[in-house]
């Protein structure tokens, strides 16, 4: 069974910075694309970033760039999300998205919730 | 605003068909595949429709998907009320080198 469990949100002040983590089992990790999705509350579905099976394609949303950084750790089956400079609009719900080949976002997590808030 | 455009709301009664649009440009629904997801409320969205018009194993024939240029299409037939949640189409844009998806669609079955 395919799982992807998110870790790491919770509250954090404007200007913070917080790390995501997504533990992966059930499908070879190593071989994904693996995505951040973020849905702000009572919103629709945004992209934040993708990250290619041996980390050589990294791509981010335009919004992002600079603040964000995704990361992988094939051996640990582990995606990475380090959040710095926080802003109110980062507040979201944070999903860990597992993709096959055409874009597909198969595999997600429950999602983890990020405040930024004073 | 989002890339890929989606009517907010469509409802329909049990038994007909109903269909969500999404309406793109060349540099992504023309160019790239076209999936679609549901979230039913207050859960992560899941797979419904890949490759335009594939269905994951364990998704009911009752979905279905088509596109045609730079639109995509989700066909539900006889609608639920299982089946009221959120839809979302989503692509990649090769012009922005992005993931983008739709505002999407709320469902209700009347």
């Known amino acids: 069974e395919v799982q992807l469990v998110e870790s790491g949100g919770g509250l954090v002040k404007p200007g913070g910075s917080l790390r995501l983590s997504c533990a992966a089992s059930?499908?070879?990790?190593?071989?994904?694309?693996m995505n951040w999705v973020r849905q702000a509350p009572g919103k629709g579905l945004e992209w934040v970033s993708s990250?290619?099976?041996?980390?050589?394609?990294?791509y981010y949303a335009d919004s992002l760039k600079g603040r964000f950084t995704i990361s992988r750790d094939n051996g640990k089956s582990s995606l990475y999300l380090q959040m710095n400079s926080l802003r109110a609009e980062d507040t979201a719900v944070y999903y860990c998205?597992?993709?096959?080949?055409?874009?597909?976002?198969?595999?997600w997590g429950q999602g983890t919730l990020v405040t930024v808030s004073s | 605003q989002s890339v890929l455009t989606q009517p907010p709301s469509v409802s329909a009664a049990p038994g007909q068909k109903v269909t969500i649009s999404c309406s793109g440009s060349?540099?992504?629904?023309?160019?790239?595949?076209v999936s679609w997801y549901q979230q039913l409320p207050g859960t992560a969205p899941r797979l419904l429709i890949y490759?335009?018009?594939k269905r994951p194993s364990g998704i009911p024939d009752r979905f279905s998907g088509s596109k045609s240029g730079t639109s995509a299409t989700l066909g539900i037939t006889g609608p639920q009320t299982g089946d009221e949640a959120d839809y979302y189409c989503?692509?990649?844009?090769?012009?922005?080198?992005?993931?983008?998806f739709g505002g999407g669609t709320k469902l209700t079955v009347l």
């Open positions: 490759e335009n018009n």
């Open positions: 060349s540099s992504n629904i023309g160019k790239n595949y």
């Open positions: 059930g499908f070879t990790f190593s071989t994904y694309s």
């Open positions: 989503g692509t990649w844009d090769s012009s922005l080198g992005a993931g983008v």
């Open positions: 990250i290619g099976p041996t980390s050589t394609s990294i």
């Open positions: 998205v597992g993709e096959k080949a055409g874009v597909t976002y198969a595999y």
